[in-house]
């Protein structure tokens, strides 16, 4: 029997599909839905929260911009042993906000966390020793990643990092292919229909449009990051460290 927390959002035909929205019904079942939807996600949540107690620093911030229900931000929170460290949580959806608190709160630690809903184009990025943006810049318009690159960038203290997470195209049209069809097997063996693999597709289609990993690779190192890390990848998801560097 199917819990009231499982993702059953495309599991009925739509009569017209909506673009994606994280709204209060995907809110209910986005554990669920990432878990099932995207590869090695647990793996990559842990490994943020590694990063952290190596690269936290006494008297920075830490910004989980996108953060959704707080994988990250409380990943982070557990492993962080540096004192004098600030976590600040970044969501522009009401509903992830207000469930995310709730998230936060539930769990003790140290480090204090601040969630607040804002957009991440505009929030000011200062004194960061850490920034993670988990399957989120691929949500913002192309044409604006730059320039948010570049402030990250700028408000990374020397020896900082940025852990990317994203959904990649592949380099050529069979790659990318490739890399869809095994997706899509992967959710299949999740448990996802036909229907549901099509009409969530067409529902991300106008609000989701992934970089290859060589655009990813330019636009960092165009922000000035030196170093640039991928170092987790299964079909088209992938996660990759960029470093700032200490002079």
Same mark, same amino acid.
């Given at each position: ?76 929170? $557990? /492993? ?5 460290? &600030? %976590? ?8 992830? !906000?207000? @469930? ?87 959710? $299949? /063996? ?5 229907? &549901? %693999? ?8 106008? !609000?989701? @449009? ?38």
């Amino acid at each position: 029997m199917q819990g009231s927390n499982t993702d059953l959002i495309y599991s009925n035909p739509h009569s017209q599909v909506k673009d994606f929205t994280f709204d209060a019904q995907v809110v209910e079942v986005f554990p669920d839905m990432v878990s099932r939807s995207v590869p090695g996600y647990n793996t990559i949540i842990d490994t943020i929260g590694r990063l952290s107690l190596r690269y936290a620093k006494p008297n920075t911030k830490i910004y989980d911009l996108g953060c959704s229900l707080g994988a990250a931000t409380l990943a982070m929170r $557990r /492993a962080i042993t540096e004192d004098h460290v &600030e %976590i600040i949580g970044v969501d522009n959806s009401d509903a992830m !906000v207000e @469930r995310c608190k709730m998230h936060v709160s539930a769990f003790k630690g140290k480090t204090p966390v601040t969630i607040v809903k804002d957009n991440i184009e505009i929030i000011e990025i200062e004194n960061a020793s850490i920034v993670v943006l988990n399957f989120t810049l691929q949500f913002i318009e192309k044409e604006k990643r730059q320039a948010l690159m570049d402030k990250v960038f700028r408000g990374l203290v020397p020896g900082g990092i940025l852990v990317l997470s994203e959904k990649i195209t592949g380099q050529s049209e069979t790659a990318n292919e490739l890399l869809i069809d095994l997706h899509h097997d992967f959710k $299949r /063996a999740n448990g996802y229909s036909e229907l &549901e %693999i099509a009409q969530k597709r067409t529902a991300l289609e106008n !609000v989701m @449009r992934p970089d290859t990993l060589a655009e990813h690779k330019t636009r960092l190192a165009q922000a000035g990051f030196g170093e640039v890390t991928p170092w987790f990848q299964c079909f088209n998801f992938t996660s990759m460290v960029a470093i700032k560097g200490e002079k």
